[in-house]
């Protein structure tokens, strides 16, 4: 093969050098912004060949119809698992609702929301992290070692963190633990004062679990008592009662207010 002239061979290592002399500049890519822990990371294209020929027209993507939310920036951060939490679960379900509801699992129904009536994640996640009920917590220790939980918790900034999965029990609303998930608000009615964003968050995630379950109710934990005559409430021990005010009406009405357009938004008669 004959060697190609002097001329020719300098331009091809110009182009080498600068890959801009025979191709339009490469869009500036925008920043990439790391996805949060619970989200699936999107597929990377291949690196796309230079077709020798020109291929047939790409076909239009297919409409799609959403059917569910997309996901939520989750953040998981999942309470330590332990044979003794296990346990417990078990033997406060068989104590408080029978022998036969002694399970680990729920099929989620209704949705809860508290606050914890502090102001720190860090320390919210580390009293739900422990196994068992605190001492000095009578009324709820008397009735059951199992540590009391939950399955999301949502900061002040509006992060929300899930600390079970939505189908495993937790203890935070007598009667209702057999089929609630329960959403913990960082936060008080006070010093804390529940927040915008976590109002907002809140919301999001009611759409996102509606999507993902069969969930008929959306409470806050001070109008449980509005379900104790209600076929879901179920709790043994007549006595085992407790009032509670959180997360109160002004914030289950703000929250209520971002679900206008969505069957959760009524309050429970
Ligand atoms: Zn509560």
């Not at 999301?152 to 203890?171: C, H, K, N, S």
Request: proline content about 14%; glycine content about 6%.
């Amino acid at each position: 093969m004959p060697s190609p002239p002097r001329r020719l061979v300098a331009l091809l290592l110009l182009a080498a050098c600068d890959a801009r002399v025979d191709e339009p500049s490469p869009p500036i890519e925008a920043p990439v912004i790391a996805p949060s822990l619970a989200e699936p990371s999107p597929p990377i294209d291949p690196p796309r060949l230079a077709d020798p020929e020109p291929g047939p027209p790409a076909a239009a993507p297919p409409l799609q119809v959403q059917a569910t939310p997309p996901p939520l920036p989750l953040v998981e951060r999942l309470l330590p698992a332990s044979d003794e939490r296990d346990r417990l679960t078990r033997d406060y379900r068989a104590r408080h609702e029978g022998d036969g509801a002694a399970g680990l699992e729920i099929t989620p129904t209704i949705i809860v929301l508290h606050h914890t009536g502090g102001g720190s994640l860090d320390a919210a996640w580390r009293y739900f992290a422990r196994d068992r009920v605190e001492a000095g917590r009578k009324t709820i220790a008397s009735a059951g070692a199992l540590n009391v939980a939950a399955h999301y918790l949502i900061d002040r900034d509006g992060t929300i963190v899930q600390i079970l999965p939505e189908t495993r029990f937790a203890r935070h609303c007598i009667g209702l633990n057999h089929l609630a998930i329960g959403v913990e608000n960082i936060g008080d009615g006070a010093k804390f004062p529940l927040t915008e964003a976590q109002v907002a968050a809140n919301a999001a995630l009611v759409r996102h679990l509606a999507a993902r379950y069969p969930i008929t109710h959306l409470i806050g934990h001070h109008e449980a008592p509005r379900l104790y005559d209600h076929p879901y409430f179920l709790e043994r021990d007549p006595k085992y009662r407790t009032r509670k005010g959180d997360p109160g009406p002004a914030f289950m009405a703000a929250v209520r207010a971002r679900l206008a357009d969505h069957p959760l938004a009524a309050p429970p008669p």
